[in-house]
């Protein structure tokens, strides 16, 4: 099955800052690759998602890019503001829609 | 319209005892998945069902767990024989999974605590 490998595990910016979190995966038919935010004591939420069809999608501060290739993938926020403090999970699926998670990102924004 | 529903949102259990957490998917979702998040850690897959197909039960720690999808709609998780180490949160997710639509919606979560 699909393995998701997700860096750094905990990442600290200043507010402003850019920052950018990693996953590689392995099943090379994986073809979605979603990102979840999950703020603290709640669950969950799709961010963003791309499609193994498009190497680049950007919305407003978030951008994800893909390199079906190498098998990775990254999230980009750019002008961090303290409300993106959260933990960022990203995932890789492949056409059965077999979802696998990385560990997660504990990003915090200080102002 | 309403989104996944868990219940009970609480379990209290003592060791050794039976518990079955239940999930509502949204309505017309093929999709169902349960993960387990302790305490400040990530997703850690359960099982999967998708329609009619035979579930993905790669995740599942022990034949202590159990899972079904009565109907293709409702969801029960069973953890037999309950430990200590069963103590976390346990997420259900549903998917349309139509072209276009994969988004994983999550419900609130159970917090099971083992005693």
């Known amino acids: 099955g699909e393995n998701v490998e997700q860096h750094p595990s905990t990442l600290s910016v200043q507010e402003g800052d850019s920052a950018v979190i990693k996953c590689t995966y392995s099943?090379?038919?994986?073809?979605?690759f979603p990102w979840y935010k999950q703020e603290l004591g709640k669950r969950p939420q799709l961010i963003i998602d791309?499609?193994?069809?498009?190497g680049e999608k950007k919305d407003q501060r978030i951008a994800v890019t893909l390199n079906k290739t190498a098998k990775h993938f990254s999230l980009h926020i750019t002008e961090t503001q303290p409300e993106d403090s959260a933990v960022y999970f990203c995932?890789?699926?492949?056409?059965?829609?077999?979802?696998?998670f990385g560990a997660g990102t504990r990003l915090t924004v200080k102002p | 319209g309403a989104g996944v529903s868990q219940s009970p949102s609480n379990k209290v259990t003592e060791k050794g005892k039976d518990v079955e957490l239940r999930c509502d998917p949204i309505?017309?979702?093929?999709?169902l998945y349960w993960y387990r998040q302790s305490l400040g850690q990530g997703l850690e897959f359960l099982i999967y069902?998708?329609?009619?197909?035979?579930?993905?039960k790669s995740g599942l720690p022990s034949d202590r767990f159990s899972a079904e999808r009565t109907g293709g709609s409702v969801s029960t998780l069973t953890i037999q024989r309950t430990q200590q180490e069963d103590s976390a949160v346990y997420l259900c997710?549903?998917?349309?999974?139509?072209?276009?639509?994969?988004?994983?919606?999550f419900g609130p979560g159970t917090r099971l605590t083992v005693t």
């Open positions: 997710a549903s998917s349309l999974q139509v072209a276009g639509s994969y988004e994983q919606y």
């Open positions: 791309i499609r193994s069809n498009v």
């Open positions: 069902f998708q329609g009619n197909s035979a579930p993905d």
């Open positions: 099943d090379s038919a994986s073809n979605y």
């Open positions: 995932a890789a699926s492949p056409p059965n829609n077999d979802m696998r």
């Open positions: 309505s017309g979702h093929t999709a």
